[in-house]
């Protein structure tokens, strides 16, 4: 396969992300001494910084891979929110599908950090699901952008109240009505909640929480295998992408496994990994990729954004390079 013709494909594609949207706050500083007041550390502040995170990661990657993505979520009319939506416009990514409610306040994840080491986190959030109201406005805008043609529709659930089983039945619809593929990036709520979607990607420990099961991967493959089927069976996706860690990425269609090992890398932090993952599958799902092609990309970004500390975005040309090199 020639993969510059699939990342070339990957610049025509528009995507819809559809998920709980959040800022990501950081206060820098230096710890010097103790506080007289408690036995707590003192910090210094020196640096502030703000970023998008949650499904708004997920456009982000979608974004550094050439596509174009809209973000679709429910946020509050508060400053947090204002801010929000200006950093999504800094990033040249489209708001059209985000509602601002005066009954739920924007997630924000502070977190404190001193010598690169997080001392504390402080989340600001409301965590219900979504009214009526709200998620009717929510429907009437990813309505509207679907009109305007839409290559795929990712659901990235952080549990923070977006994805509401009623909203996910009516997005799938309008999904298989317009044939549409759609990626989910599941957690344990909900789980069940995405019958017929195209494209299932839990990772390890998500897939036992929603099957409700435990085993160990390492030594009973049988019994991953049993689970898997148990899922597709229960779901009706297409195909499931399960990501396993160190043990790499699991990939099947109808009744066909295939595992992919990790390849070996200097780990500095997994966080954000999973976003990466479900919006590289999904970029080279809708531009026609085999699905093994699919697991074996999204199982080497993966890879390369964990080698950098924080949560990044994965890089266009330094993933062909790498997939070029290794495929």
């Known amino acids: 396969m020639n993969f510059q013709d699939l990342f070339d494909q990957f610049s025509k594609k528009r995507v819809l992300v559809i998920g709980d949207v959040m800022v990501d706050a950081y206060l820098k500083g230096k710890v010097n001494r103790m506080s007289p007041e408690a036995p707590v550390p003192v910090v210094d502040l020196f640096a502030k910084d703000e970023r998008i995170g949650g499904a708004g990661n997920v456009a982000l990657n979608l974004a550094a891979l050439g596509a174009s993505p809209i973000i679709c979520s429910v946020i509050g009319a508060d400053h947090e929110g204002e801010r929000l ?115 299932f990607k839990p990772n390890l420990k998500e897939l036992k929480e929603g099957l409700q099961i435990d085993f160990d991967f390492a030594s009973d493959k049988d019994a991953f295998l049993r689970a898997v089927n148990d899922l597709q069976g229960r779901l009706g996706n297409s195909i499931s992408f399960i990501t396993l860690s160190e043990h790499g990425v699991f990939i099947q269609e109808e009744e066909a496994p295939v595992f992919i090992p990790a390849h070996l890398r200097n780990i500095a932090d997994v966080s954000g990994a999973g976003d990466t993952v479900i919006a590289v599958a999904t970029l080279c799902l809708i531009s026609g990729a085999e699905i093994q092609t699919i697991a074996a990309i999204a199982n080497i970004a993966g890879g390369l954004v964990c080698e950098q500390p924080g949560v990044v975005s994965i890089q266009k040309e330094q993933l062909l390079n790498e997939v070029t090199k290794l495929l």
Do not use: W
Request: charged share 25%.
């Open 85 to 199: 939506i200006q950093l999504f416009k800094d990033a040249n990514i489209s708001t059209d599908g985000i509602y601002a409610s005066s009954n739920r306040r924007t997630t924000v994840k502070t977190r404190v950090l001193s010598n690169n080491q997080q001392l504390l986190r402080i989340d600001s959030e409301d965590t219900n699901l979504i009214n009526e109201t709200e998620e009717a406005q929510l429907l009437k805008q990813i309505s509207s952008v679907l009109e305007n043609g839409i290559d795929g529709i990712i659901f990235e659930d952080y549990n923070k109240g977006v994805l509401t089983p009623s909203l996910i039945a009516s997005v799938l619809s309008l999904a298989k009505s317009q044939q549409i593929p759609t990626t989910v990036d599941p957690k344990k709520d909900h789980f069940f909640a995405y019958k017929g979607c195209t494209l």
